[in-house]
């Protein structure tokens, strides 16, 4: 199976943190990178960044710089999204998704695989 699940989304206050996590087949590995967007309501869904499996490059949306950190566990097929100093304008569904081959991978054209999505709240 090809499988990727999202957990640790919630309701945190603005300036605070929040860790995602993104559980993966062991089969995504062969995926050149992981990526995680993020959609708010009447939104588009929008690129927030990306690493590489084998090298653990990263790449982020300027929106997001500075703020979120990706990181990969390559042993447990895991990836996660360090949020910090969070604001209500992150407020969104969170997905992460498998991309193939192209770097950074920054539309939705370029991921194959896709999770549910987590719900991140941040009020104000």
């Known amino acids: 199976q090809v499988q990727l699940v999202e957990s640790g989304g919630g309701l945190v206050q603005a300036g605070g943190s929040l860790r995602l996590s993104c559980a993966a087949s062991v089969r995504i590995i062969s995926s050149r990178a992981m990526g995680w967007f993020r959609q708010a309501p009447g939104k588009e869904r929008e690129f927030v960044g990306a690493i590489s499996w084998r090298g653990g490059s990263t790449y982020y949306a300027d929106s997001v710089k500075g703020r979120f950190t990706i990181s990969r566990d390559y042993a447990k097929t895991t990836v996660y999204l360090q949020m910090n100093s969070l604001k209500p304008e992150d407020t969104a569904v969170y997905y992460c998704?498998?991309?193939?081959?192209?770097?950074?991978?920054?539309?939705?054209?370029?991921?194959?695989?896709w999770g549910q999505g987590t719900q991140v709240t941040v009020s104000s």
């Open positions: 998704a498998a991309a193939g081959t192209s770097w950074p991978p920054t539309v939705r054209s370029e991921y194959d695989y």
